[in-house]
């Protein structure tokens, strides 16, 4: 019949039945495709081919993009790359690593060198000025020492000098320790209050400062009975042009006669008092605020020497002291090592300043003493100081 088609039929509705729906005609759609009138029938041949065809659809332009955004070789080894485990940090030692330092240290040494260049030139031809050749006749580096002041270095001086080089040298290193170690391995308790427990460099470090005070006090008692104060304190207002002088001849690298055994120059004499009688209170004073000794009820005493004042200073004290040994023990070997080590660790010299220093007694005493120092920082650990500190107190590992 014209403009009708036959009725797809599908599955029978029920089982062994006919197809659904019955054979028939329908009028034709123009321009429509011919679909079965009942919306529940769906024929199940169909479909798979519809869904294979629809995923294929799906799947070409998913396949399309991917080639479109596929890396080039390139970038691909970049990826790589980036991906690739990376090489360990280097360690810091502070705010650099070893190579770091070990570059800041050459650039440093460096620019010392540059700098001391500078200073020696700089100072030679200010000191061949008319006027500076003046100065430095009129003010040579040291003054004439009242007629009383005693000649020569006794032995006890020399005695003092070591024993003070050796409790600072233990000092020194106590110090940094309870600076730097936040969780120190042992731990000592005084027996009266067994809770007040500090670190065991700790105590070793204040117990030193014990031997340390005792030692500057018989040491000034000393320099008080038997007249040695006046080689070291100053007694005319001369001493600070002829510091000025000295300092000069120092930086030209043209350095003023010594003779420790007679006279100290200037410059030495103020820092010999800057030492003993500045420094020395200073440091005692403020490592007394942060000691175990500091009383508990302060009252007033506090706001008078507040503990944050103490650390900023006690700890610039020591450096100090650093500082003091390391240009005295250059300036010893530097103007006459024989003879000045003989002064202070033989005690034998002589008023005259050209007297042969070719004895090797000083320096045998002297190396003497450096074995004893070493070895006594060496020594100086937890195993040894443990069975010391509990004569005292009572010791705990942490």
Do not use: C
């Amino acid at each position: 019949m014209a403009g009708t088609v036959a009725l797809r039929r599908g599955l029978p509705r029920v089982a062994g039945g006919e197809p659904w729906p019955p054979a028939g005609l329908a009028p034709e759609r123009a321009g429509a495709p011919i679909v079965a009138e009942a919306a529940d029938v769906k024929p199940v041949a169909s479909a798979e081919p519809e869904a294979s065809a629809e995923s294929e659809a799906s799947a070409e332009p998913v396949a399309s993009a991917e080639a479109s955004v596929a890396p080039e070789p390139s970038a691909r080894a970049s990826e790589a790359r980036s991906t690739a485990p990376s090489a360990p940090e280097p360690v810091r030692h502070g705010p650099f690593t070893t190579r770091q330092w070990v570059g800041a240290t050459a650039v440093g040494l460096v620019g010392v060198l540059v700098v001391a260049a500078l200073v020696v030139l700089g100072t030679r031809w200010l000191l061949d000025l008319p006027a500076m050749r003046d100065f430095l006749v009129a003010y040579p580096g040291e003054y004439r020492l009242p007629d009383a002041a005693p000649v020569g270095i006794p032995a006890w001086l020399g005695w003092q000098h070591f024993f003070n080089v050796f409790l600072m040298a233990l000092i020194v290193k106590s110090g940094l320790q309870v600076r730097t170690e936040r969780r120190p391995k042992a731990l000592w308790a005084p027996k009266r209050d067994p809770k007040a427990k500090i670190g065991l460099p700790a105590w070793f470090h204040q117990s030193l400062d014990v031997f340390w005070l005792a030692n500057g006090v018989l040491f000034v008692v000393l320099l008080a009975a038997t007249g040695q104060w006046m080689r070291i304190v100053p007694t005319s207002w001369e001493v600070f042009p002829n510091a000025l002088s000295a300092a000069l001849q120092y930086a030209s690298l043209d350095w003023p006669t010594e003779n420790g055994w007679v006279n100290y120059n200037s410059l030495q004499q103020l820092a010999y008092f800057a030492t003993v009688f500045l420094a020395a209170p200073l440091a005692a004073i403020t490592g007394y605020r942060m000691s175990m000794w500091w009383p508990k009820r302060q009252g007033g005493l506090a706001r008078v020497i507040p503990m944050e004042w103490a650390r900023r200073v006690h700890f610039p004290v020591m450096l100090y002291f650093v500082a003091f040994t390391v240009v005295h023990v250059l300036l010893v070997f530097a103007t006459g090592a024989l003879r000045n080590l003989n002064h202070m660790y033989a005690a034998r010299g002589s008023a005259d300043p050209t007297a042969s220093a070719d004895d090797w007694t000083g320096f045998w005493f002297f190396a003497a003493s450096l074995v004893v120092i070493v070895g006594a920082v060496v020594a100086a650990r937890p195993l040894v100081l443990a069975p010391i500190a509990r004569l005292f107190g009572t010791v705990t590992a942490r």
